[in-house]
């Protein structure tokens, strides 16, 4: 069969440039699409720090001048990947986060910065460099939310379109008087096109005008479609309804596999978790808990957000402490949040520690060693970390939206009798379900042979990309098939 031709685009891509899953995700799709017949190449901007990656990186094309200053486009290989990128020093040499100034307000002519990605890759769609026209453009997220509207209204022979919602809440929303700037023409702004509440929406366009959308889980792929959950774009997903599709989130099952982890003191499997109790006495040392092998710990690593829902978690800390339990925190995020996770240490020496941060070597360690895993987001499209305890025997305890529904087997009274269990979820999402969650896990945990069985159940959850990636192959096939027809 020939391979479909996919141009991914993207904002960020793992180890180059993260803030969150969204770089996990883009740069393990390639990968495991390849096993499936796409072919992906990943269009990203030429950040200091993917520049400074490439090697042996070839120009493929000069753009005179792109919003504000000349750019090339480069290939190369790099991580593994088949990357093409955007190198515009005028746009994206800037260090640090790839969407906020050193103010922590995102960058002023962040919609030149995006909107010159999604016109690189209409340019690669409408065959600027011969050979590289792909069959499909995937793109991600609002920063490439423009690519399938420029591709719509650029008019002529083109690939079809995927975009890919990681995060509703991020919307891209920019002054109407950029229309022309941004290359589209003015009957693009319409309600059917890329006009959001007076504004250009750029997650809108791509919701509007992409042939096909996914999201990242099918409890997600729901919930935006609810007013609740839709963030204004509810009505729109409701329109677009047969377009889209819910695929879940898989994690890389090489970076992440307990049995070979350079990041834990000790290695294990299912069959040897007891190896387990030396990781949690290193890190319980590490960050200054008391080495207690009894106590039950419960980690976080996460984006210290309202949406990952931090601020509930430090409300309820006496269920935690009041068990008897301890806590390790590994995230940053909002300041304010940082800082009351550092007092909520500073309140309890020995029993929380927090780690502002980001530190990926930490995070290993941690999931490998906690007793379970706190997830209690308010909303969550899809969630790896989750993924990332499952497959660590670190059991989540969970709040049950998004893929976090979909992702973890609640120990209610018929799933321990089944012996299905994973994990613990609560619902609604609030301060007192989340203590009863941690009183649950407490609980469940003096049973030695039942969170035994919940840790290996856990662990025997298919978290890889081989399933995800079957499903995108099938949409980009039938999507290039149906366009060829
Ligand atoms: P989101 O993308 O909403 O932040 P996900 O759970 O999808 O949430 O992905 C988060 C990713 O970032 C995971 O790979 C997780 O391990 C990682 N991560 C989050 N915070 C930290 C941190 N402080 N240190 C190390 N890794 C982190
Ligand atoms: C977003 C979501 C998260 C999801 C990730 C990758 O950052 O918040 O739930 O797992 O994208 O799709």
Redesign the pocket.
Known sequence: MKPVRVLSVASEV?PFV????????VAALPRALAREGVAMRTLVPGYPAVIDALRDAEALHMYARLHGGPARLLAAHAAGLDLLVLDAPHLYSRPGNPYLGPDGEPWPDNAFRFAALSECAASIARGVVPGLAPDIVHAHDWQAGLAPALIHYGGGPRPGTVMTV??LSFQGQFPRELLAVIGLPPHAYAIDGVEYHGTIGYLKAGIALADRITT?SPTYAAEIRTPEGGMGLDGLLRHRTDALTGIL?G?DDTVWNPRTDAHLVHRFDVTHLDARAGNKAALQARLGLDVEPSTFLFGV???LTL??GVDLLLEALPAVTGNGAQLAI???GDKSLEDACIAAAGRHPGRIAA??????A??HLL?GSVDALL?P?RF?????????ALRYGAVPVVARVG?LADTVIDADEEALAAGSATGIQFAPVSRGNLERAIDRAVTLHRDVALWRSLQSRAMSTDVGWTRPAKQFAALFRELAAHRDA
Request: hydrophobic share 35%.
């Open positions: 793992y993260k803030t969150g899953g969204l770089a996990d995700v990681h995060n990242v989130n994690i690593v996460s984006r949406q990952k590994l995230g940053a780690v502002i941060g980001y530190e990926e930490l995070a999931q997830v987001s969550e499209p899809c969630g790896l970390t989750q993924l990332c893929g």
